[in-house]
């Protein structure tokens, strides 16, 4: 009976949980999204880190060189956010250009990354994720048909292949990102999309 007793207040080896993936912060994740993005044909530029005394930062960022199309307007962008961007660049984009537009897309055009600012610009909000180098907003595409095919305009306009392709490019971009907001968002998004990696999942 003390034997059973004894065996009652042995705790029982729990089944080991799954370690958490590294932050994006980490330095070890840092250096293995390097090597992801080398691996995906993707060639960037390490950042050294800035860090502001207001809240602003850029940690673990990277210059996006060459990533199959050409993105005009990017400054830094954390590495975390580049990986997900370049194989949305390089798969939905292309993808989406021939089936809608039959077509291809020669260069992407931003509205930026990096941005020290609170969200959606208005004082007294929290810090938008621009101000630490996780978004990215996109607003127009250049096709190798000459067509220009922007956010503002073909999101809800006449010509219902732009109008899809702008849509299956926003759907694309909800599988990769965590937050994604376009036209349907709120005004502040009726010309561009925004994709980060914040605290998610978000689809607007």
């Known amino acids: 009976m003390l034997l059973l007793l004894l065996a009652g207040c042995i705790p029982r080896p729990r089944h080991p949980q799954p370690l958490a993936p590294p932050p994006v912060d980490d330095a070890r994740a840092y250096r293995q999204c390097l090597v992801d993005l080398s691996a995906m044909g993707a060639k960037v530029d390490p950042l050294p880190?800035?860090?502001?005394p207001n809240g602003c930062s850029a940690t673990?960022?990277?210059k996006l060189v060459a990533i199959g199309i050409p993105v005009a307007n990017l400054g830094a962008v954390k590495c975390g956010?580049?990986?997900?961007?370049v194989t949305w660049t390089q798969q939905a984009v292309q993808q989406a250009a021939r089936a809608r537009l039959g077509s291809y897309v020669t260069k992407i055009e931003s509205f930026g990354s990096f941005a020290c600012r609170p969200v959606n610009g208005v004082a007294g909000n929290r810090l938008s994720e621009h101000g630490r180098a996780d978004a990215i907003d996109i607003a127009a595409f250049d096709l190798a048909d000459g067509r220009r095919i922007t956010v503002k305009d073909g999101w809800n306009g006449p010509d219902r292949a732009a109008s899809a392709f702008l849509h299956d490019l926003h759907a694309a971009a909800c599988r990769r990102f965590n937050v994604v907001l376009g036209p349907d968002a709120n005004a502040y998004h009726h010309d561009h999309m925004h994709f980060d990696m914040g605290s998610?999942?978000?689809c607007r």
Do not use: M, N, W
């Open 200 to 202: 998610g999942p978000y």
């Open 60 to 62: 673990h960022a990277v």
């Open 81 to 85: 956010l580049a990986r997900p961007f």
């Open 49 to 52: 880190d800035r860090i502001y």
